[in-house]
């Protein structure tokens, strides 16, 4: 049984670190002069640099470490830090181009896709009412597509990217703070060495003469890690459903971000996608409430 002072601290780290993630794009729309390409760089050495500090600081290095010793752990967290960085080089497009609604609506869809990818690969057994959830969500990207007139790419590819990510990192035995740490030590050098390219070139934006871009730049890895750390801290204190049913804050906060502070339009045909994709949430949480395992957040 857990205190009340135990649930009440549960509840607001995990409503900070849901409302961090839900407000993602403010903060990256602030960087909107940097490319997304080298914004995801920085977001990649600044968080590696961050996690290092941060595991050091509480005496995690171990679990870093011995997951290189682990053959079997390097090619999953190698495999998921492909998902990952798909993941968030999309969600910075998205952002750039002024796509954010698309965003809200893939994030909306990933569980629905977890689903989906469970079924077809590790062979899960659906139950009524997840394959009728499972059908809405294909109706509301059809008639997006339809209505719209284009395919929802961005939704599709945040979607499925974040989806395969947590099929492959559940296989991982490693704690998500250490696990990202690890796939971090992946992209570092890759990062490093464009950001490098681009200063030789004269095209980065980082220490260009923009000190507050500056900062936002470096900050990139305080924004990533720290939520990640509330939400860790949040799993302790609530049980997995009460979390798992706070992940829809994020796609919530880009939908309200998209349509109300960018003026995105919002169509009679985003409206008949979103209801029906809204429709497939309902009968999926209504089905799968008492055993909701939220998705790995760090892909956001």
Not at 48 to 73: C, E, H, I, N
């Amino acid at each position: 049984m857990r205190s009340g002072s135990e649930i009440r601290v549960g509840v607001l780290t995990g409503l900070a670190a849901y409302l961090l993630w839900g407000f993602f794009p403010a903060f990256f729309k602030a960087l909107s002069p940097t490319s997304p390409t080298e914004i995801l760089a920085h977001r990649i050495v600044w968080s590696a640099v961050f996690l290092a500090l941060f595991l050091t600081a509480s005496g995690r290095l171990k679990t870093w470490a011995a997951a290189f010793r682990d053959l079997r752990m390097v090619l999953i967290l190698a495999a998921t830090t492909c998902f990952l960085a798909i993941n968030w080089f999309t969600f910075l497009i998205a952002v750039d181009a002024g796509k954010v609604l698309q965003s809200s609506l893939g994030y909306f869809i990933n569980p629905l896709v977890s689903i989906l990818l469970g079924a077809v690969i590790l062979r899960e057994r659906l139950t009524a009412r997840q394959k009728a959830s499972i059908l809405l969500a294909a109706a509301g990207v059809l008639i997006q597509t339809v209505m719209v007139g284009s395919l929802p790419v961005i939704s599709l590819i945040l979607a499925f990217s974040f989806g395969s990510y947590g099929l492959v990192r559940k296989a991982a035995k490693i704690p998500p703070v250490s696990g990202l740490a690890v796939e971090m030590t992946f992209m570092f050098p890759l990062a490093v060495v464009y950001l490098w390219f681009l200063m030789e070139k004269g095209q980065a934006a980082f220490l260009a003469g923009n000190t507050g871009l500056d900062i936002l730049l470096v900050l990139c890895g305080v924004v990533t890690a720290t939520p990640l750390i509330l939400y860790g801290r949040a799993l302790n204190h609530l049980r997995l459903s009460t979390v798992g049913i706070m992940q829809f804050i994020v796609p919530t906060g880009h939908f309200l971000l998209a349509v109300f502070a960018y003026g995105e339009p919002f169509t009679t045909g985003h409206m008949a996608s979103f209801g029906l994709i809204w429709a497939a949430l309902f009968l999926y949480i209504s089905d799968t409430f008492p055993a909701v395992r939220p998705a790995h957040p760090e892909a956001i």
